[in-house]
């Protein structure tokens, strides 16, 4: 499994950002698949995830309400739609597939759960 980040850039505080991840492979139906971030100087965390189906999402706490995680299973994409960026936002976001989710409607928030990652995108948000 190949996984593609792509979107990432410059933004103002309360601006917007739309991230993708392409992924390769007939199985991407399969796969939970789970955005994750990493700021400078600091642990990974995770952002958001969805369902092999995306009926279910799970979502950090610092990102409630702001951003939304979507899939195209027919196109093997996930999205990750970022609104009222905050310059905490700033970090490198990457996206992971978890090929064996324990729970159909439930994505891990849990890093060592997903078995391919991305190349990250830079996401800086500006005060």
């Known amino acids: 499994v190949q996984l593609q980040a792509s979107g990432g850039g410059l933004v103002q505080a309360g601006g917007s950002l739309r991230l993708s991840c392409a992924a390769s492979g007939r199985t991407f139906s399969t796969y939970a698949m789970g955005w994750f971030r990493q700021a400078p100087g600091k642990e990974r965390e995770f952002v958001a995830g969805?369902?092999?189906?995306?009926?279910?999402?799970a979502y950090a706490d610092s990102v409630k309400g702001r951003f939304t995680i979507s899939r195209e299973n027919a196109k093997n994409t996930v999205a990750l739609q970022m609104n009222s960026l905050k310059p905490e936002d700033t970090a490198v976001y990457s996206c992971a597939a978890d090929i064996s989710p324990v729970w159909i409607q439930t994505p891990s928030s849990l890093g060592r759960d997903y078995d391919y990652w991305g190349q990250g995108t830079l996401v800086t948000v500006s005060s």
């Open positions: 969805i369902s092999r189906s995306g009926g279910g999402a």
